[in-house]
Structure formats: C-alpha cells, structure tokens
C-alpha cells in the first residue's frame, strides 16, 4: 500500500475526478491540438511543465488552479513521486486535471511513469498526444528530418538517462544515412560526440542545434559532429541536437526564421516626440 493511500481515502468524495495528460507542443501556441485547448479552458486543475511556453500558460483559464512542477537536468524542482501523489491527490478530490507537458507526453516525458501511478486509484485517465520537440523544432529550422537524398530513418534518443545508465546502442547509431535527434543532449555532447566517432561516424558529419524552437527566440547552430561540444556552450536549454546530412537543408529550407527576419524589417520606426 502506498503511504498516502489512508490520507486520499479520507479525503474522496463520491465522485473521483479525472487526469488527462496533455502535450502542450514545442513552444508555438498555435501547435496545440483543438482538443488539447479545449481541455485546457475546461481545467479544474492544471499542473505543467517547464517545457511548456509563457503563451500556453497565458492561455490557462483564470478560474482553475495551476501549479508548476518544472525539472530540469540536476534541479528538479518537484520530484516525481510528488507529481503523481499531485495527480492523484486531486482527481480523488473530483477534479478534473489536466497534466501538461512540453511536446508530446509519451515521448521521453514520463507520461507512462505518471499514468501507471493513477492505477492503484482506479482513477480514469485520458491522454491527448503533441506535437514533439523533434519534429516541432526540425521544421521550423527548415529541417526534413527524413528525406530520399538523405535519410531513410530517423531515431529519436534521450539523452539523459535513468541513473546515469547508458543503453543506447551506438552502433546502431553511427550508421549512414539517417538523422538522429538527440533530446536533453547539451551536456552530453561530448559523450556524443566521442561515442559515435568510436563507432565509425564521420567527425564531419553535418549537425545542427535547434534553441528555443518554434519560438521567436528561436536560434539554430550548425556545424560539424567535431564541433559538437563548442556549438553546444553557445546554445540554451531548452535544445535538440540533431545529427545527419539533412541538416545542410536548413540553410534553404529555414521558412520560419525567413518569416521572422521579414516581419522584423517591416516593423515601422517609431515617431519621436
């Protein structure tokens, strides 16, 4: 039984409320799915992420609770047991909860860790997939992620893994001609970089850094695999790094910064007096 179970008993009305995991998407408000948003304005409770972006959390309805939960790589602000006992905590007071994560939930976000803690409740639970980082990001830096000049394959990794453990198969990873998206890999970049050159991948295969993606702030970086660890000094969290010969598209193919840099020229000068 777990500790809480007697403290949540107690306090159960006769009706048990309902947790929907929701991906809020890379950062551009307009990337939320219809029903994303329509579950968000219906929230009783909304406890979110720090992936999720200042214009999502401007949309919050006013009457519903919102409580943060960010982490990042060594400064977890709430730690997970303290999340799900969050979720639970107030679906079993009749809430309708949305639990809101950058991109998409069942994505390197945890969201089955947190479903599997509800089960013990028999606490309903809905899941409303986002747009991923990965695929977010790529196409606003103008970047295929999958292309028949290119890359047959993609694979997404983490890298940020459970307890230190590395279970990548690198091998695997150092192969031609396909793209590799590496999540939460800015610290890891010269593990990155020392791993897949050790498995046969070219020092000079082409890379890109996406910051900040689908934003305003938005920044790409590219270089080379060499280059990896000073391209990811110069770059932000949150990042993706992203690996392959598609990476050389960007350059023609980066609508959105084309977009962005056009409507900052047509912005009109300001009057004086």
């Not at 009305?13 to 948003?37: E, F, H, Q, R």
């Not at 028999?122 to 997939?129: H, L, Q, R, S, T």
């Not at 934003?215 to 000073?230: D, K, N």
Request: charged residues 15%.
């Amino acid at each position: 039984m777990h500790p809480s179970d007697t403290l949540y008993a107690l306090s159960t009305p006769s009706k048990i409320g309902k947790v929907i995991l929701v991906g809020a998407g890379p950062g551009d408000p307009d990337l939320l799915t219809v029903k994303a948003m329509r579950l968000i304005q219906q929230a009783d409770v909304i406890i979110y992420d720090r992936l999720v972006s200042g214009e999502i959390i401007a949309l919050f309805p006013p009457h519903c609770q919102s409580i943060f939960v960010g982490k990042e790589a060594g400064n977890h602000c709430v730690p997970q047991q303290q999340i799900n006992d969050l979720l639970v905590k107030h679906a079993l007071a009749g809430k309708q909860v949305i639990r809101l994560k950058g991109g998409d939930p069942f994505i390197f976000g945890r969201g089955g860790e947190e479903l599997e803690a509800l089960l013990p409740f028999n606490i309903p639970f809905e899941v409303v997939p986002g747009i991923t980082a990965a695929s977010g990001c790529a196409a606003y830096a103008g970047i295929p992620l999958t292309h028949r000049d290119h890359a047959q394959s993609v694979q997404f990794i983490t890298g940020h893994l459970k307890q230190g453990q590395d279970q990548i198969d690198w091998l695997s990873l150092a192969r031609a001609k396909h793209t590799l998206v590496f999540y939460m890999g800015l610290n890891q970049s010269s593990a990155i970089r020392h791993k897949l050159s050790a498995y046969g991948m070219s020092l000079a295969t082409p890379i890109a850094i996406v910051e900040r993606g689908t934003t305003s702030q938005q920044r790409v970086l590219t270089g080379e695999l060499a280059q990896i660890e000073t391209l990811a000094k110069q770059a932000a969290s949150p990042a993706l790094i992203i690996i392959g010969s598609v990476t050389l598209l960007s350059q023609q193919l980066n609508w959105f910064k084309q977009q962005t840099d056009s409507i900052n020229i047509e912005q009109p000068l300001q009057c004086c007096g």
